[in-house]
């Protein structure tokens, strides 16, 4: 009677060395920092979350401000074209290109990519208000705004909105002077406000601005009893 050899197999090494949980060291700020960041990306819902997170740790890296919304919220019902740019997307804007008066624009690009925002938009904007080399910020984000409404009236809402130091929800003041910089802009880039009517509108607007220590808010130029930012209506 023949023998049986006993056949023993041997698992083969593994290709990494094996660690227990005491061998790993995990940075202590590293639980927070992904904390913060899954939070983040809720909050902003990027359309290309590879590209938003690679932006978003890069602003972390160099101090800058993130790429990040304050809140949830879905486009507004009010836009023209559904784009995903909303008041939000322009307020993370903002707060990133905000405190200079003028940007390049490929740095404006840049930022305009890091929130998926569509390049054809960009491309318009840049041809409507003939943006070349250094952009004022203001000029840019009152256009953009501009995409977001229906007229003009829309747009300075927004333009508030955005701009205020008030609490969300609040007055939306901004200085009197500024609003009508951008008013100006605004109506020149429309091009069917008269002087007259823009000169209608700011003196109608003083006497609220005096009592509001020189701010004004979109109740008063959207009140019936202020001359209508889009012009005379024809006769």
Known sequence: MSCLKETVF???PPEEP?????QI???PELPDILKQFTKAAIRTQPKDVLAWSAAYFRALANGEVPPVKERLEMATATQKTDTGLTPG???ILNRQLGPKKKISLALIEEKWKDLALP????DDLVRIGNFTGDVVWLQFIALACSHLSKDIIGAMKTVCEILTHDPEGGAARIPFPLFQDLYKYLAKVDGDISPEQINAVIEHLEYHVKKQNGYVQPRNF???HCPTLLGEAPK
């Open 119 to 122: 390049k054809e938009q960009f």
């Open 89 to 91: 997307l322009l307020r």
């Open 222 to 224: 959207m009140s019936p």
């Open 25 to 27: 060291h995990i940075p």
């Open 18 to 22: 094996y660690y227990c949980s005491q």
């Open 10 to 12: 041997e698992m083969p």
